[in-house]
């Protein structure tokens, strides 16, 4: 799997390490391919399973495993079907921004994970950093920042309504184990 020398002895902390980099870069690149998907929807005006067909049948690169394909409609669908309740935490979060006039990449991250927080067992702090990666990725600087800032409001308006448990809050090791 890796290169390694010749006296050095895979162990299994190696070999666990490599299987969490490979499981949460399936979980990111679900996420990034729900992310285009409501990229579609918002361009296209296309929904439901329609969306979910033609994103998978030609848009899709075809690498992702099944798991994380399955996550990946289950997000993109659950925020679409619950987009109302999703956009109303935005906006009251968003001041002096129109969720129309925000940029599209940035509007459909703020969405998809906004619907990870309140419908997805993922750990909210593990939700901002996710989103804030694929801003890396997807969008600029200002907006990574932007992204953050209203994430984190969120977050804590969520935290002050309902706290996660004690055992999630570390984040990373529970969604290894998804």
Same mark, same amino acid.
């Given at each position: 799997?890796? /290169?390694?020398?010749?006296?050095e002895r895979p162990t299994l902390i190696t070999h666990y390490s490599s299987l969490i980099t490979v499981f949460m870069g399936s979980r990111r690149k679900a996420r990034?391919?729900?992310? =285009?998907?409501?990229?579609? /929807?918002?361009? /296209?005006?296309?929904?439901?399973?329609?969306?979910?067909?033609?994103?998978w049948s030609e848009l899709a690169d075809g690498e992702l495993e099944p798991g994380a394909q399955e996550f990946a409609t289950r997000l993109a669908l659950g925020t679409l079907s619950h987009l109302e309740e999703?956009?109303? *935490?935005?906006?009251?979060? /968003?001041?002096h921004w129109r969720?129309?006039?925000?940029?599209?990449?940035?509007?459909?991250?703020? *969405?998809?994970?906004?619907?990870?927080?309140?419908?997805?067992?993922?750990? *909210?702090?593990?939700?901002?950093?996710e989103a804030l990666e694929i801003a890396r990725r997807f969008s600029t600087y200002e907006a990574t920042q932007f992204i953050n800032g209203i994430l984190d409001a969120i977050k804590r308006d969520l935290? =002050?309504?309902s706290p996660e448990p004690e055992s999630i809050i570390d984040g990373e090791a529970i969604e290894a184990v998804e």
């Open positions: 799997m890796f /290169a390694r020398s010749a006296y990034e391919c729900a992310l =285009q998907m409501l990229f579609a /929807a918002d361009v /296209a005006g296309t929904r439901g399973d329609q969306l979910a067909r033609m994103f999703v956009d109303e *935490r935005i906006k009251s979060r /968003a001041e969720i129309s006039r925000m940029a599209l990449v940035d509007r459909n991250l703020l *969405r998809l994970a906004v619907y990870e927080f309140l419908h997805e067992p993922t750990p *909210r702090t593990v939700t901002i950093n935290d =002050q309504e």
